[in-house]
């Protein structure tokens, strides 16, 4: 099978506001279900990173974790990025390939959204049962060390990802919470299990480490698309650190 890898480049996130280090984007392919990799080859700063600057972001990543293949076979991820240096200006935005990852872009009608919170990693968990929906989860990273996480955040979309916001306002710029999921202040996944038109209910399944910042770590599922979720496994007690 084929699988495409994206990595930070140039001065990352650091030092990409930085006009002598910019952030810059690579990106590597295998066709071997992973067994080798082609050589690293820069992509998207045409279409990514000179975009970002109309919108007034100034540095920017394609975060961690796993992407996912949309029903039409495009690949879909998030970013995060940074408007000032202020920690409370980073945002989320939506990045995309239309080609098997050969080019990278950005929505032409993209717009970013922000949290009432400190964001970091925005991953898109994937298509909901209409297809032009897309559901992202957010790490939030307003807890420390030795103290309880802060609700998980969400962006919805409508528009195929063009723009972010809660589900009774999808278009609004400004992420939702699941308040009854406490982020350890960590990276996670999620991912769209099963389907109605193909099983017998859509089920979302997320993985997140808490409810203590780094400790801990449960299985939530999802069976309304998304709006809330219930923990259904616990996987490790708060005595644990599952790492980063």
Not at 78 to 104: C, F, I, P, Q, R
Not at 161 to 182: R, V, Y
Request: aromatic share 10%; with cysteine.
């Amino acid at each position: 099978g084929k699988l495409v890898a994206l990595a930070v480049s140039g001065g990352g996130f650091a030092n990409g506001h930085n006009p002598n280090t910019p952030s810059r984007m690579l990106r590597s392919k295998s066709y071997d279900n992973g067994e080798t990799w082609s050589p690293w080859e820069e992509v998207g700063q045409d279409t990514v990173f000179k975009v970002m600057k109309t919108k007034s972001i100034n540095r920017g990543f394609a975060t961690s974790g796993r992407g996912t293949t949309l029903s039409s076979g495009r690949l879909a991820t998030a970013m995060v990025g940074s408007t000032t240096g202020n920690l409370k200006n980073w945002v989320a935005y939506y990045l995309y390939s239309d080609d098997e990852g050969e080019t990278w872009k950005l929505h032409p009608n993209m717009q970013w959204a922000k949290g009432d919170d400190l964001l970091s990693e925005p991953k898109i968990i994937g298509e909901l049962d209409n297809t032009n929906h897309l559901l992202m989860t957010v790490r939030n990273g307003n807890s420390s060390a030795g103290k309880q996480g802060r609700p998980r955040m969400y962006g919805y979309s409508k528009d195929g990802g063009a723009t972010w916001g809660t589900f009774d306002s999808p278009s609004s710029g400004i992420l939702g919470k699941w308040n009854n999921m406490l982020c350890g202040n960590v990276d996670s996944e999620g991912i769209v299990w099963t389907r109605k038109d193909r099983e017998d209910k859509t089920r979302i399944l997320h993985l997140l480490t808490g409810p203590n910042f780094r400790r801990g770590m449960s299985f939530w599922v999802s069976e309304n698309g998304g709006k809330s979720f219930a923990e259904k496994l616990k996987v490790l007690g708060t005595s644990s650190n599952p790492g980063k």
